[in-house]
């Protein structure tokens, strides 16, 4: 096992780092501090290293344009209608980022910050760990919030992310790691099976959010509990995905099960379990090959987002966090 550290810029002030994780297996994990993100996942092959997932050119261009691509999205991921907390008698505005609601934690969510780090290594392990405090009042949001972000790679090909956060005030936070996992570039994802044992999904309205609460996904295109190619599905003309331009929905995971979701190709398979109650699939749908991701396109990769599921209307009690309560979120991805 090895880690290393490599100065290569600055932001705002700030320096920032990749580092380098590598297991005895020759397989190599990439991270930011900017936006404690995941950079690379590099799996040894015949003929070279193999990248299981969406990167951009290099690793400067991260802090150029907002892409969420690997980074730690908060504090709230995905949208909030109409950008307003109803908290008891008081009334939170969050800021309007997208039209009349609020996504990804505002215009400079968690996914923009420069972190701390420590790394770590035992015989069989080798770790990075990322901290951030969370300022009150930024992004509108309450409470002075203080984030470890961990990611562990194992002998077994298998990266754990980890990310533990405790909040002075009562506040939002629904977190979540935003990777797009491409296990067969450079192909698109159309020949990717994706199985997710979830028999219930959330249908979308035109702000993207949902409108009809859980719905059942047998007799759906939605219905993934067998596998399906993702191509087969995101090429129909059903409603939700020519709305969308895509997948873009949560999937309901069963109570206590960890297993969430798993991506097959004939020479690739990547098993994802999480401790999340939901997992929201997005399959690229707004990428286009242009801008500073010129080398990524539409349905080039697909990105797993575990949370808690968005909500129909303005209960987010599922969301709030007490002052003093840990939270965590624990994801792990094996690599086959």
């Known amino acids: 096992m090895d880690v290393s550290v490599e100065p290569y810029g600055q932001y705002q002030g700030h ?48 802090a150029k344009e907002r892409n969420f691509l690997g980074g730690t999205v908060g504090r709230v991921v995905g949208r909030i209608r109409g950008h307003v907390w109803q908290h008891g008698d008081v009334k939170i505005d969050l800021p309007m980022n997208e039209g009349k609601n609020h996504i990804h934690g505002g215009d400079d969510g968690l996914d923009r910050q420069v972190y701390n780090f420590r790394i770590d290594q035992t015989a069989t392990t080798a770790s990075a760990s990322f901290t951030f405090v969370d300022p009150a009042g930024h992004n ?83 219905d993934f509990r067998q596998g399906q190619k993702l191509g087969d599905v995101i090429h129909t003309r059903a409603a939700q995905i020519t709305a969308e331009r895509g997948i873009n929905h949560p999937f309901l995971l069963k109570h206590g099960q960890t297993l969430a979701a798993k991506l097959q190709t004939d020479k690739h398979t990547m098993t994802l379990a ?63």
């Not at 991270?31 to 193999?50: C, F, I, R, S």
């Not at 939002?172 to 990717?192: G, M, S, V």
Request: one cysteine or more; aromatic letters at 10%; proline letters at 7%.
């Open 15 to 62: 320096n920032l780092y990749e580092l380098t994780l590598t297991n005895d297996q020759g397989m190599v994990v990439k991270l930011l501090n900017y936006g404690a993100t995941l950079e690379k996942v590099l799996l040894p092959e015949a003929d070279g290293l193999h990248n299981m997932i969406l990167s951009l050119p290099s690793r400067e261009d991260y």
């Open 140 to 222: 509108g949001y309450p409470g002075n919030v203080k984030l470890q972000v961990t990611y562990t790679l194992e002998n077994t090909n298998t990266l754990h992310y980890r990310l533990d956060a405790v909040s002075d005030e009562e506040t939002l936070f629904n977190p979540t790691n935003h990777t797009y996992f491409a296990i067969d570039q450079p192909n698109k994802i159309d020949a990717t099976t994706l199985t997710i044992p979830a028999d219930d999904y959330k249908p979308l309205d035109a702000d993207h959010l949902p409108d009809q609460g859980w719905q059942p996904v047998a007799g759906t295109v939605f």
């Open 274 to 336: 999480t401790t999340a109650p939901s997992v929201v699939v997005y399959t690229a749908n707004h990428f286009d090959g242009t801008g500073i991701p010129h080398n990524i396109d539409q349905f080039d990769g697909v990105a797993l987002e575990c949370q808690f599921a968005p909500v129909s209307g303005d209960d987010l009690s599922a969301i709030t966090l007490l002052p003093g309560e840990p939270f965590t979120l624990v994801n792990s991805w094996a690599f086959e």
